[in-house]
């Protein structure tokens, strides 16, 4: 067993930015402070200011996790999984520093601490005190920030975001062309399959080198066949456009947490963000304060709202209405003033820099941005199935997710890979679980 490795932990105190969130963080963690609750190793969360999620139903009982890793088949399966995926994410991390010497060298030296950490865990796993899956994730992000690598997929996710973008005026007129029922479930399925778009996962990073990714996202479509493994949509539907003598009920205000760049965000999430905002709903999205695989970051929405307005007048106008945009689009033409809102759209960080999310600890601006929400949307498997699968809020929640991994599909819905997860939950539901079709 060789010397333990830890990453520093820094207490020098961030500035913030005229948008309500954090400085980016330098390239050796600066910003960074150790949890003592979970993996002492210097750790992704931000200061100085973290708060509880109001919107917990109760946060004494609220566990993050989903799977427990303390059994010891469970630890060497996702410990396997990690070590498998790492010299990847070294090739990545390099490659994003410009394939230097310095960078060759800092790579091989998170590999090394990386793995260093990973064995010590397996002999002794609660070396660093409770250990989760989130946890684990956590520990990674913190292995690549202590070598200074601040985002180890910045070209690809660029790289998608364009791609996407491209694309995103002919969905947006394919999907007015529908009636609402039929565009909301549309939009629902839009979620699902651009979900499938993650660097974090083995058979998903497999899919890349078989088509663009367009070509992965249309096959990914044209599989959404309900009923999904679990599926609540028709609950959703009715609760959004009402049923019988039910009229509909729009939500005043939404926090959409989004997950990966690229399709995932603006294919997915950015069409379902136009639908509640159509519909008078305000729409916070809430993203990563600092990068964790390709997930995207508050930094980074701002630019792809602004891309994505400019074909778009229900963006264009929600985005000046939430500050996102100091000027009129180039084009100020109103096409669609019918479908025009000035309910605003927000962008807000939500205090950490890893694929998953504990709600005990958010930023401060995302816990003053859901006093007065009445939906949740969690998107993606870290926020929806590896943490707060079993979450319960005090307002709506709607969780979205396909499963890229077997052993997570077995465990938690008895399904199998891509498999797609919808659960919805009324904050009047007691309902522990939903139902598997």
């Not at 913030?16 to 992704?44: M, W």
């Not at 249309?218 to 066949?225: A, G, I, L, T, Y």
Request: charged share 25%; proline share 5%; with cysteine.
């Amino acid at each position: 067993m060789g010397t333990e490795i830890t990453a520093p932990v820094p207490m020098a105190s961030p500035g913030t930015t005229g948008l309500g969130g954090f400085e980016v963080p330098s390239s050796k963690g600066d910003t960074l402070r150790s949890d003592p609750s979970n993996i002492n190793v210097g750790v992704v969360h931000l200061v100085p200011t973290l708060e509880v999620f109001p919107l917990l139903a109760d946060p004494k009982t609220y566990e993050p996790n989903t799977i427990d890793i303390a059994d010891l088949g469970e630890l060497e399966y996702w410990f396997t999984v990690q070590s498998k995926h790492l010299p990847d994410l070294v090739d990545k991390a390099v490659a994003s520093e410009g394939g230097t010497e310095d960078a060759k060298r800092r790579g091989d030296a998170f590999a090394h601490a990386f793995s260093e950490h990973l064995a010590r865990l397996m002999e002794e796993p609660a070396a660093y005190g409770k250990l989760g899956l989130a946890n684990l994730l956590e520990l990674r992000e913190d292995c690549l920030r202590e070598f200074q690598f601040v985002d180890a997929y910045r070209s690809i996710k660029q790289r998608e975001n364009e791609a996407s973008l491209a694309v995103l005026p002919d969905l947006l007129m394919e999907l007015d062309s529908m009636n609402e029922e039929a565009r909301l479930l549309a939009l629902i399925e839009g979620v699902l399959a651009a979900n499938i778009f993650d660097w974090g996962s083995h058979a998903c990073v497999d899919l890349y080198h078989k088509g663009t990714i367009i070509e992965i996202y249309r096959m990914s479509r044209s599989k959404m066949q309900r009923p999904w493994r679990v599926d609540d949509f028709d609950l959703f539907k009715e609760r959004i456009l009402g049923s019988g003598d039910k009229q509909p009920h729009p939500h005043k205000k939404a926090l959409l947490f989004v997950d990966n760049s690229g399709a995932d965000v603006v294919l997915g999430m950015l069409p379902l963000a136009r639908e509640l905002l159509r519909r008078g709903t305000e729409v916070v999205l809430v993203a990563n304060s600092l990068p964790a695989l390709n997930d995207v970051t508050a930094m980074e929405l701002p630019d792809i709202v602004a891309e994505a307005a400019k074909h778009c007048d229900i963006l264009r106008r929600a985005a000046e209405a939430g500050g996102m945009l100091v000027d009129a689009m180039i084009n100020t033409t109103d096409v669609n003033k019918e479908n025009s809102s000035s309910v605003p759209l927000m962008v807000v960080e939500n205090g950490c820099g890893s694929p998953c999310i504990d709600l005990r600890q958010v930023s401060s601006e995302l816990a003053s941005a859901a006093k007065n929400a009445d939906l949740v949307i969690l998107e993606g498997m870290g926020r929806a199935l590896h943490t707060n699968y079993d979450a319960r809020f005090k307002c709506d929640a709607l969780k979205l997710a396909m499963v890229k991994n077997q052993r997570l599909a077995e465990k938690l819905i008895n399904g199998n890979i891509y498999d797609c997860v919808c659960r919805y939950e009324p904050s009047n539901s007691k309902l522990q679980s939903s139902s598997l079709c």
